[in-house]
């Protein structure tokens, strides 16, 4: 071991990692699965779905693996019962909230983790108009899990265009453009970088979307062009 690396234990495990490794990145090297649902390789981690939480020492709060760094001679436990509880909840209660019928990887976590699609019989599912405001996707935020990642990608992750921010609390939070102006009027470049990663059907490109409404060839086409600037319609 260096300086610049120190040793805890992963489920039972003795592992060394590098000092500034987190939680996840010692599971990765140890090859244990954690789940993510915020957490994007490409976007910088926020802490915020959860659902990746491990045990640190027993501690009276767990930890966020995504964000908490490894602390030297831990004990970390990654599927302790405390953890798969925690990790089920988070489930069903986005599961509540949010239709996640369009998002596979969560669907499998529903069944990996034995989540009770019933456990908040009296909830809520968010409702929103798909948003159909440009040639190239539309936003769906029934289906959105408000994992933050498109607004990063479109901010200083990648982009720097700061198209998207969230507006209201609470259970109507909502991510959105600033004062909810069209995705045309906003400073979107149309890079499709928030398309690819969400983790939903929140975002979909729009031939895809014009496809499941059952669009003609010719509708696919007239609607997935920019119209020209002096009048043109596009076609
Ligand atoms: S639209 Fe998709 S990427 Fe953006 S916050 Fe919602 S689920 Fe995440
Ligand atoms: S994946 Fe770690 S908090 Fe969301």
């Not at 988070?90 to 499998?108: G, H, K, R, T, Y």
């Not at 990663?197 to 014009?210: D, M, R, S």
Request: include cysteine; proline fraction near 4%.
């Amino acid at each position: 071991m260096t300086d610049d690396s120190i040793t805890l234990q992963l489920d039972g495990e003795t592992i060394t990692v590098p000092r500034s490794a987190t939680l996840l990145d010692a599971a990765n090297q140890a090859g244990i699965n954690i789940p993510v649902i915020c957490y994007h390789e490409a976007t910088s981690p926020n802490g915020l779905c959860r659902i990746c939480v491990v045990d640190v020492d027993g501690g009276r709060v767990l930890q966020p693996a995504c964000v908490a760094e490894c602390q030297a001679d831990s004990k970390v436990e990654t599927r302790n019962e405390r953890v798969l509880r925690s990790r089920r909840t988070i489930l069903e209660m986005l599961n509540a909230s949010v239709n996640l019928e369009q998002a596979p990887e969560i669907q499998q976590m529903m069944a990996d983790y034995d989540a009770d699609e019933a456990r908040f019989p009296g909830a809520h599912l968010r409702e929103a108009e798909v948003i159909d405001d440009n040639p190239f996707y539309i936003r769906d935020y029934e289906q959105c899990v408000l994992c933050w990642r498109c607004v990063q990608v479109c901010a200083e992750d990648a982009q720097f265009t700061f198209a998207l921010t969230l507006k209201n609390r609470g259970h109507a939070t909502s991510v959105a453009t600033a004062f909810d102006i069209s995705m045309n009027e906003s400073p979107c470049v149309f890079c499709g970088q928030c398309v690819g990663v969400c983790p939903t059907g929140a975002l979909k490109p729009k031939i895809e979307w014009g496809m499941e409404q059952g669009w003609t060839a010719d509708e696919l086409r007239r609607n997935t062009r920019r119209a020209r600037k002096r009048g043109g319609d596009g076609d």
